[in-house]
């Protein structure tokens, strides 16, 4: 309505003023049709609107939410698929008279596939259970159910663009890992990992670029943050105190302290730096894209560190059979992602302030950093040959 407001119609194909473009010919999903749909004159009856007028842009939303968190699961089963034929191809090809996957890193690529996985599935079994919960509150009842039923969604929109985001780029860090555990083969399109790598592609780009999530889930959050529906000021101010006696490990409980210690570790240091960029930039801080992306970067990697350590500890709790290598996955991951977290926050506060505040915001980050790695390589090297022994992702779901 006057190019200012939006309203949702149910539009047919056989509509007067529909047609659709030409087949578009793509790098990848080929059996998948592309065609641009062109609305000209076309006047659509009253009764197909959908919704209220004036509030499409709320069922667009709706949709993009659940569209996105349904592209993080489906890149979770693709890596399945890729890291299954990876490990059985690796197996197969015998270089200096053994297989490829004796060597240390081929399977540095094998376990991080499935740490991956690992870690893919908690944040969405984490997500997913959130909405769950928030849907359950509604009731199909209700006059108002279908906005009920969105906003319960929407509550959770910073969780689907995590999703989104986290997942197509492991899928895409997978299926590369593929294509060069294959070698040459890999680069051929007689081999599966070429198809995967093209395919997957495109989960970064639709649903909202993931650039454009990115600037999503830190805009959200500050938003959020500045409304006082998230108690992150008090979380601040609590930081802010802690830098002299910060958390210990030994405030930690259960079989994964260590690690739950290193995640409490990493929400100061984002806090830190992302309060420091508040302080610093005020309402110029939405228009600077690269500290919302190094911020949006540490908000993916504590929700997945954090996701997959819950996730893990209830296994080695309840004695689940895969407890062993979910443990490592997990401190595989926290090891790595630990560090990132650590390196953006260090770079966000280079990124807004210099000299002696530069150096008095880095002390502050360094004083959350009292957490040591283990080794990644022996992790590595265990999961993996539980991989090559059982030849696929072990951990089934269902
Ligand atoms: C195979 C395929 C299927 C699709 N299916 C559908 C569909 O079913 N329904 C549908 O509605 N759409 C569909 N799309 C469209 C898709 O959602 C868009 O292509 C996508 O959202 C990106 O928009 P764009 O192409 O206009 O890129 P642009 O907006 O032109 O972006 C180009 C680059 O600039 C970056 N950029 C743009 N704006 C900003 C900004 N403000 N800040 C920082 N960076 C920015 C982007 O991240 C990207 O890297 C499909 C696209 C493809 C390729």
Not at 36 to 47: A, H, S
């Amino acid at each position: 309505m006057d190019g200012q407001q939006f309203s949702a119609f149910i539009v047919e194909k056989i509509d007067p003023g529909i047609s659709t473009g030409a087949e578009e010919k793509k790098l990848g999903i080929k059996g998948s049709s592309t065609r641009t749909v062109i609305l000209e004159n076309c006047r659509i009856p009253k009764d197909r609107l959908l919704g209220e007028i004036g509030k499409g842009h709320k069922i667009a939303f709706g949709i993009l939410n659940i569209g996105r968190f349904k592209l993080g699961v489906g890149s979770q089963g693709g890596m399945k698929r890729v890291l299954e034929y990876s490990i059985r191809y690796t197996t197969e090809r015998q270089q200096f008279g053994k297989a490829i996957n004796s060597f240390g890193m081929i399977q540095q690529k094998l376990a991080d596939m499935a740490t991956k996985i690992f870690v893919c599935e908690a944040l969405n079994f984490r997500t997913v259970g959130y909405i769950d919960e928030a849907l359950q509150r509604t009731s199909w009842d209700s006059p108002t159910a279908g906005a009920d039923k969105m906003a319960a969604i929407d509550e959770y929109t910073i969780e689907c663009s995590i999703s989104k985001v986290w997942a197509s780029e492991a899928l895409f860090f997978v299926a590369d890992e593929a294509v060069q555990s294959y070698g040459g083969y890999g680069f051929s399109a007689e081999y599966p990992p070429e198809k995967a790598l093209r395919d997957c592609r495109i989960n970064r780009i639709f649903e909202g670029t993931n650039e454009i999530n990115r600037l999503l889930i830190a805009g959200t959050l500050l938003k959020r943050a500045m409304k006082g529906d998230l108690p992150l000021m008090q979380f601040g101010q609590q930081v802010a105190k802690e830098i002299s006696n910060p958390v210990r490990a030994d405030s930690f409980t259960g079989p994964l302290a260590r690690l739950k210690h290193g995640v409490e570790l990493s929400k100061r240091q984002c806090m830190l730096a992302a309060g420091l960029a508040v302080q610093v930039l005020g309402q110029k801080l939405v228009d600077n894209q690269e500290v919302m992306a190094r911020m949006s970067n540490m908000l993916m990697e504590i929700y997945a560190m954090e996701s997959a350590v819950v996730r893990a500890e209830r296994m080695v709790e309840s004695g689940h059979r895969w407890a062993a290598i979910a443990r490592d996955m997990t401190e595989l991951y926290v090891n790595e992602s630990w560090h990132k977290v650590h390196g953006d926050a260090r770079m966000l506060c280079a990124d807004v302030v210099e000299g002696e505040a530069l150096r008095h915001a880095l002390a502050g980050v360094k004083a959350f950093a009292e957490f040591h790695p283990t080794s990644s390589a022996r992790l590595r090297g265990r999961i993996a040959s539980e991989l090559i022994q059982k030849g696929t992702y072990p951990i089934e779901v269902f």
